[in-house]
């Protein structure tokens, strides 16, 4: 691998032991990947942030690198954290949990880490720009980066992405180069895909079988009312839930469609010996995410991070109504505060819902405490199962909105 005067320099430990550990990291890995060179990168997400994941091994890395003078040097932050870092201890989360999930970010915003906790960056202003080298680590906030935004990024573990931030770069493998970006599914859409939940079963089926492939859409609607990759526009939300579900059950981190993503507006991004798959019926993509109990306990949207627009949904549900379930809907410090100003925390909990900031129930440390949850979130109905060892309901926003109101599942 080629490297700069400052980068052997950085090896040589020249920068301080910790950024030697950083670079050291980042080599080995373009080694193991093959990286002809390492790139700048603009930004970095660093995943690994909950203490439920971390446990005193993870802490006691931190520690170690923070004390051997780390810091990063490009704009850098945090994937959710295990609890809500403010309201802790009104959502029920233990002070034995609290202390070290408090130590934790403590030290990362020691190292000039912004310690905003989100899986949805882009939703507070961290949009990258076309073509933008970075070290993110969260599955659907990847995918979103590339596919939507058309930066570009590998899936970084939670060492690799501080050493990333640490050094300022990333070694130039895998979806940092322009051959592998390239379709190598195309997929036939021939149903329509409207609601949230379409979007996430939609991109439930695909990832199944494109697994760690790259789908190239064609057939999806686009215009006004449909999709676009304009930021901030409102699909967003369907472009976000479609990358987490491909990444939660395929490991897809890059996708296109045609006409409407950056890389492929203009021209066709496939490749020659590409397959193709088709999707005729959402219908098998709901029954393989949801199971049969008809009592709910928890109703969470927000996975990934709600943008205001989705608090703003739920508010107009829980206008001057009771909720018969627990609701959460998890999103950013910055989103939460958003909806604060805009009257929709006090609307949601005057209704028994909550705004939960900075976390996320599968990174939570929630085990035990619901027995059926209900989302229409695609991610987040293949991941609870397993995280929280809950059964999930998973359906289409009326459907959400009927089990809010009373408690039970609808057909
Ligand atoms: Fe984000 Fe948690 Fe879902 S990290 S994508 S809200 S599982």
């Not at 490297?3 to 920068?15: C, H, N, R, Y």
């Not at 109703?299 to 205001?308: I, K």
Request: with cysteine; aromatic share 8%.
């Amino acid at each position: 691998m080629k490297l700069t005067t400052e980068e052997q320099a950085m090896l040589a430990g020249e920068q301080g032991p910790a950024v030697e550990k950083a670079i050291e990291i980042v080599v080995a890995l373009g080694e193991i990947y093959g990286a002809d060179r390492l790139v700048p990168v603009e930004s970095v997400q660093v995943a690994g942030v909950s203490y439920k994941n971390l446990g005193p091994a993870g802490l006691g890395f931190l520690q170690d690198w923070a004390g051997q003078g780390a810091q990063v040097r490009v704009p850098t932050f945090l994937n959710p954290a295990g609890m809500d870092l403010l309201r802790w201890k009104e959502l029920g989360f233990a002070e034995e949990f609290a202390r070290p999930q408090l130590k934790v970010v403590d030290i990362l915003g020691a190292m000039g880490i912004d310690t905003t906790c989100t899986c949805t960056p882009y939703h507070i202003g961290q949009v990258p720009s076309l073509g933008a080298h970075l070290a993110w680590a969260e599955s659907s906030a990847v995918s979103f980066a590339n596919s939507a935004l058309g930066a570009r990024t590998n899936r970084e573990g939670g060492p690799s992405a501080l050493a990333a931030a640490i050094c300022g770069r990333t070694a130039r493998y895998g979806l940092h180069c322009d051959e592998n970006r390239l379709g190598t599914t195309r997929v036939i859409v021939n149903c329509p895909v409207k609601e949230p939940s379409d979007w996430g079963a939609l991109g439930f089926l695909v990832g199944q079988q494109v697994r760690d492939g790259v789908p190239y859409f064609r057939g999806l609607e686009t215009g006004e009312d449909s999709i676009s990759s304009t930021p901030g526009s409102p699909a967003w939300d369907s472009l976000k839930a479609l990358g987490a579900a491909m990444a939660a059950s395929g490991a897809v981190a890059l996708y296109h469609i045609e006409g409407v993503t950056p890389e492929a507006a203009l021209e066709p991004m496939l490749r020659p010996d590409h397959s193709t798959v088709k999707v005729d019926s959402l219908e098998p993509g709901y029954l393989a995410l949801s199971g049969g109990r008809t009592d709910i306990d928890l109703v969470w949207l927000g996975c990934p991070h709600a943008s205001l627009p989705e608090v703003a949904r739920l508010a107009a549900v829980a206008k001057g109504k009771r909720f018969l379930t627990d609701v959460w809907i998890t999103t950013s410090r910055h989103v939460r505060q958003q909806a604060e100003e805009a009257g929709y925390v006090a609307t949601i909990e005057a209704a028994g819902g909550q705004v939960v900031a900075d976390t996320c129930v599968v990174v939570a440390p929630l085990n035990g405490r619901y027995r059926t949850i209900a989302t229409l979130s695609a991610k987040g109905a293949s991941y609870l199962p397993s995280y929280l060892g809950a059964e999930v309901r998973y359906g289409t926003w009326d459907q959400l909105q009927a089990a809010m109101l009373t408690g039970r599942w609808g057909e």
